[in-house]
């Protein structure tokens, strides 16, 4: 299959290496467009890509368009591809504020759509990425999107209507992750480690924690309780987090992020 990707930002860079590292798309299949038609250091590492200037050239014979460009030039980039790239051909779109309608309506319903909203870690493949179910898009050209999707981590399926729920729990969450990541190395320096050693061990507890929560499959709950034990440290720990409003404070942070991202949507 042919792709484009329009835009060679951080994710445009890291759509570009999990599809070439994944062998899903060849260098000779896959075109990246950005201003200034240079290589991006992050692809640098793989010959015969094509890097041009021109969206409308760019898209002219792709079966998937990628737009990874910011939701403040969906005005100026849809308009211009519109009428140069193949009616059928499948639009992916990963921001926020642009529905499915308007995109369809914005470049005169001639394409497949499917919005989609990965995170960062996409860029070292281990994203999560959640696509939008679209009943208008083939399912031969769905299931392709989302294997394209896969390049970036895993996938899974929701409403359209659950995109601003996905935002605030994992569009938006690896901020959420880094704060704490950071305040925990801070914890680690008041106790006499040094900020290399306590970063490395808040780091692989995270890691670890994550892993222990997909291979297990047990609630978060479940989980937490493997290691609070009767009147022990953790418990303590946990008791002071509950005290400073930590869960509620989480909840608050990922509903702004959704009410954010409701309001982009009514722009």
């Known amino acids: ?30 075109v990246i467009t950005n201003r200034s038609g240079t290589v991006p250091q992050a692809l640098e590492g793989f010959s015969g890509l094509r890097f041009l200037t021109d969206n409308r050239a760019a898209c ?17 980039v849809l308009p211009e591809i519109r ?3 193949r009616e059928g051909a499948c639009l992916l779109s990963i921001a926020p504020g642009y529905s499915v309608r308007q995109i369809a309506e914005m470049t005169g319903n001639r394409f497949h759509v499917i919005r989609a909203m990965p995170n960062t870690p996409a860029v070292i493949g281990e994203g999560m990425i959640a696509v939008c179910e679209n009943p208008s898009v083939p399912e031969k050209v769905f299931g392709e999107a989302l294997e394209l999707f896969s390049a970036l981590g895993r996938t899974e399926v929701i409403r359209e209507d659950q995109l601003n729920a996905v935002i605030g729990v994992s569009g938006s969450a690896p901020a959420y992750f880094f704060v704490f990541l950071d305040a925990l190395a ?27 929560a997909i291979g297990t499959g047990d609630a978060p709950s479940a989980l937490r309780d493997m290691v609070c034990s009767p009147g022990g440290t953790t418990i303590e720990a946990v008791a002071k987090l509950e005290e400073a409003g930590f869960r509620s404070a989480v909840i608050q942070a990922a509903r702004a992020a959704m009410e954010k991202a409701e309001k982009m ?3």
């Open 265 to 267: 949507a009514g722009k």
């Open 1 to 30: 299959m042919n792709v484009t990707i329009i835009g060679c930002g951080k994710m445009g860079c890291a759509m570009a290496r999990g599809l070439l590292k994944s062998g899903l798309v060849s260098a000779q299949d896959l």
């Open 60 to 76: 002219a014979d792709s079966d998937f368009i990628l737009l990874a460009v910011l939701p403040q030039r969906y005005g100026e």
């Open 186 to 212: 801070d914890a680690g320096v008041l106790g006499g480690l040094h900020r290399e050693q306590a970063v490395r061990l808040a780091e692989q507890t995270m890691l670890g924690c994550a892993r222990l």
């Open 83 to 85: 009428d140069a790239a």
